[in-house]
């Protein structure tokens, strides 16, 4: 639930359209990934876009909402994948250092082929116009390309980093108080048992 909240807070960049805003809500699904594992973490990602969709609604028939769940999957898994296969500090950091890499390149190639176009069509603006509300911002874009190149690209690459960041300083923190918690569970089940 709290990624849902923290989706609906959006922060605009200054070297995209206003159409490109970070939330922090991948951060509360990358823990959970790291605690239960990659199904727990496509799960998350699920119901943070469905609590996202009960508190604020879609502003683009759902395709905006779709791309932010298989964008967010393409983060979470790769870092839960590789953190799960040895749990410690600098798989945690692998992991999330290769969902970023992965997040960038999956993002920008959706970005490229689907998303641009498909709010080109939703929206019944043309291509070049959205294309050139990059160009307001940055005047090297000047194509689809250049618009992910100079947009998405940086986009994805910082809110990996922040995600990255702030996942690596609460988990550490956390951790030990879920641990602590599923200690408590299995002895008051190794009680009920005996």
């Known amino acids: 639930c709290l990624a849902g909240v923290l989706m609906v807070l959006e922060i605009p960049l200054f070297f995209a359209p206003v159409f490109y805003k970070i939330d922090l809500s991948e951060i509360p699904v990358l823990i959970c990934t790291f605690y239960l594992g990659p199904v727990a973490g496509v799960t998350c990602e699920f119901i943070k876009v469905l609590v996202?969709?009960?508190?604020?609604g879609t502003t683009t028939a759902f395709v905006g909402d779709f791309a932010n769940f298989a964008i967010g999957c393409s983060f979470v898994l790769p870092a839960?994948?590789?953190?799960?296969?040895?749990?410690?500090?600098?798989?945690a950091?692998?992991?999330m250092l290769a969902g970023t890499l992965v997040m960038t390149v999956f993002g920008s190639l959706f970005n490229a082929?689907?998303?641009l176009p498909k709010f080109s069509e939703l929206y019944g603006i043309p291509l070049d116009a959205i294309v050139a509300m990059g160009t307001d911002v940055n005047g090297a874009i000047n194509r689809v390309s250049t618009l992910v190149l100079f947009a998405v690209v940086p986009f994805n690459?910082?809110?990996?980093a922040i995600d990255c960041v702030l996942?690596?300083?609460?988990?550490k923190r956390i951790s030990p108080i879920l641990h602590k918690e599923d200690a408590k569970r299995a002895a008051h089940r190794a009680e009920g048992k005996s």
């Open 113 to 115: 082929v689907y998303l």
């Open 93 to 95: 950091l692998i992991g």
């Open 167 to 171: 996942t690596f300083l609460l988990y």
């Open 157 to 160: 690459l910082l809110k990996g």
């Open 52 to 56: 996202k969709l009960l508190l604020k």
């Open 80 to 91: 839960s994948m590789i953190y799960h296969a040895k749990k410690s500090r600098k798989s």
